[in-house]
């Protein structure tokens, strides 16, 4: 499936060029959306995908950002509660506008690539999809938390932003109950932090947890933090979980 997937990565950079890759934010989302292909890819080896389900599994890692161009492009923002739902309007784009149709996809593969795309961002993933269908789901939401927290703990590619401001009540409640943070419970840049940190309390795969671990995410994000005090016990908290302490 070598030359389909190369023909997918030809129609995607099309699609890509349209938008301005002068815009730090559009260059960031292209270059996450192929990483976000890689871990994808990554994850389908280690739990013995066969050919077909990891053809699947990149083809969603790829295109699961498509909503996020035109949403930069219109709204200058990534906030989705400030401007659209990016993931249901990358649907939209894809299936409802019939843009999938330039991409090597069997028809009868739509609904799993549709709904994998659909709740890669929500808080959980919706009730009453297939097996394969919420494999994919799963597959794509850790694929994409490994990559945002790569990005943040590299400064180069995304500098998180820190000020004096507390952390929530309630953040700070459903963490310690190891709870992924809820976005509309997020109120403040500190509780930024701990929603990156809840990251960890909704991976599915070993791999995700491990990868965090051994390539330091959470320890390079902690360095780049001024009141590591405040922070501290938090991140170490999010570490022991990873290890299964």
Not at 51 to 67: F, P, Q, R, S, V
Not at 92 to 111: M, N, P, S, V, W
Not at 213 to 227: A, N, P, R, S, V
Request: aromatic share 14%; net charge negative.
């Amino acid at each position: 499936m070598k030359n389909e997937m190369n023909d997918n990565l030809d129609e995607f950079d099309k699609y890509v060029m349209s938008y301005d890759l002068n815009e730090k934010m559009i260059e960031f989302k292209y270059k996450h959306s192929y990483r976000v292909m890689h871990e994808s890819d990554e994850i389908s080896y280690t739990i013995n995908l066969d050919e077909d389900d990891n053809y699947l599994a990149c083809l969603i890692g790829l295109l699961h950002d498509y909503g996020r161009f035109p949403q930069w492009k219109e709204y200058k923002t990534f906030n989705d509660r400030k401007s659209i739902d990016h993931a249901d309007f990358g649907v939209k784009i894809l299936f409802d506008d019939g843009e999938i149709k330039k991409y090597r996809l069997a028809t009868e593969d739509y609904d799993i690539v549709k709904k994998a795309i659909k709740n890669h961002n929500k808080y959980e993933i919706e009730d009453g999809l297939t097996v394969k269908e919420k494999l994919h789901c799963k597959i794509i939401r850790d694929a994409d938390k490994l990559d945002i927290l790569y990005s943040f703990s590299n400064p180069r590619i995304f500098e998180i932003k820190i000020d004096d401001s507390d952390i929530s009540d309630i953040v700070k409640e459903e963490f310690r109950k190891h709870k992924l943070i809820k976005k509309e419970d997020v109120k403040t840049a500190s509780d930024k932090i701990i929603l990156y940190l809840s990251f960890v309390f909704d991976l599915n795969y070993d791999y995700s947890k491990q990868t965090i671990l051994e390539k330091g995410y959470y320890d390079k994000i902690l360095e780049h933090i001024k009141d590591k005090d405040k922070f501290r016990p938090y991140f170490d908290e999010a570490k022991k979980y990873l290890k299964g302490e």
